[in-house]
């Protein structure tokens, strides 16, 4: 069965923190991961990383995979209140997305 | 463009009744997955249904549950005689084909909650 892990579980910051959040996976037939944000509604989407070493940047928020090691990180730089939020991650194969359980973010003013 | 809608946004039902949750795709798209969020985990795959077919329902659990996706209409998830292990978020997404994720757009969800 695929497996998706995501750490931590959940963080507490202040405004302005950096925050970097894990992304394992076992899966077969493995096309892309793919990283969502989740605030009490649709999960919406954030990134697609099919390569390896390659960096995926939107503003503040920057995501890498790697294949070979099996795990994506995603990046949150000079965090703002407005991201808090459930940070998703999922692996696809074919149609099909395997998410993990999410790490919860709490960013303090 | 109004997104994939569904509805109800929240639904009550008593252990044995039935749910019905809808789904209305986004225009134009012609795929349609269900995927369910339990309390504390993340989502899960369901159902993966195209215009009068499913493709692959091996997330669906064996009784209770079907889905359908007619010619004409929403997508409908059925649950027969609910229990409260039934209760959690169902979000339905769309694609205009398959595979293609930066396509892949999510309803936000209909809470079932069963008393």
């Known amino acids: 069965e695929d497996k998706v892990v995501q750490s931590p579980l959940s963080l507490v910051v202040h405004e302005g923190d950096t925050v970097t959040l894990n992304c394992s996976y076992e899966?077969?037939?493995?096309?892309?991961l793919l990283w969502y944000k989740q605030e009490k509604k649709a999960p919406t989407f954030l990134f697609m990383l099919?390569?390896?070493?390659i960096e995926k940047k939107s503003g503040r928020l920057s995501s890498i995979l790697d294949k070979k090691e099996l795990f994506s990180i995603l990046n949150i730089t000079a965090t703002q209140t407005g991201d808090s939020a459930i940070y998703l991650c999922?692996?696809?194969?074919?149609?099909?997305?395997?998410f993990g359980a999410g790490t919860t973010v709490t960013v303090r003013a | 463009n109004a997104g994939v809608m569904q509805n109800p946004r929240h639904l009550v039902r008593r252990r044995g009744q039935e749910a019905r949750l809808r789904c209305s795709p986004m225009?134009?798209?012609?795929?349609v997955y269900w995927y369910r969020q339990l309390p504390e985990e993340g989502l899960k795959f369901m159902v993966y249904?195209?215009?009068?077919?499913?493709?692959?329902e091996s997330g669906m659990p064996k009784e209770r549950f079907s889905a359908e996706f007619p010619k004409e209409g929403p997508s409908i998830l059925r649950i027969q005689q609910v229990v409260r292990g039934d209760s959690a978020a169902y979000f339905c997404?769309?694609?205009?084909?398959?595979?293609?994720?930066?396509?892949?757009?999510f309803g936000s969800g209909t809470r079932l909650t069963v008393v």
């Open positions: 997404a769309s694609s205009p084909r398959s595979p293609n994720f930066y396509g892949y757009t």
């Open positions: 899966v077969t037939n493995f096309r892309s």
């Open positions: 099919t390569s390896s070493g």
């Open positions: 999922a692996v696809s194969n074919d149609y099909k997305l395997s």
């Open positions: 225009k134009g798209h012609s795929h």
């Open positions: 249904l195209q215009k009068e077919n499913i493709i692959d």
